[in-house]
């Protein structure tokens, strides 16, 4: 499968790249397209190139507060409603270290909306790739034995705020 990569605001795009591929590859997934924006009013269209061309697009945003700056746009654009804390109702979040991360999925499609920082990225993938391995029907490593069972993880991040 086909994945793309958008860059929005961000400054550590290389180090970011490798641990996104690092994590892709043992599912069959090679990144096809990247896209750079640097403007709020290019965000839109940027997005909708790369999820004409693939399935899976992650975008890696500046991260200043505890989640990335494009969330709050992407949430817009698409509609999502919010809570009263302004997080987005039934969108998986994705826990890294001390950052926040979301995976945004349709029918067909999905995007992972990650923080510039390498560490946080390798932390909060490996939990949307098992998502993900269920609904592209991907090819996944073997689980780790010291994690607790997805149903659970995606429970409880479904139902924090």
């Known amino acids: 499968m086909n994945a793309g990569i958008l860059y929005y605001q961000a400054h550590k795009t290389m180090h970011c790249k490798e641990q996104i591929q690092k994590t892709l590859s043992p599912y069959g997934i090679t990144i096809a397209e990247t896209k750079i924006c640097i403007r709020k009013e290019d965000l839109n269209s940027c997005m909708a190139k790369l999820l004409h061309a693939v399935p899976f697009v992650l975008t890696v945003s500046s991260t200043p507060g505890y989640r990335p700056d494009c969330a709050p746009l992407l949430f817009h654009t698409l509609r999502i409603p919010l809570d009263k804390n302004g997080e987005p109702k039934g969108v998986l979040r994705l826990h890294g270290i001390e950052k926040t991360g979301y995976l945004i999925e349709s029918i067909d499609q999905a995007i992972a909306v990650l923080p510039d920082l390498p560490e946080e990225i390798l932390k909060m993938l490996p939990d949307s790739f098992e998502r993900l391995t ?10 780790k034995k010291d994690r607790e069972p997805f149903a659970v993880r995606l429970e409880n991040s479904m139902n924090q705020a």
């Open 134 to 143: 269920l609904k592209f029907g991907l090819t996944a490593p073997p689980p």
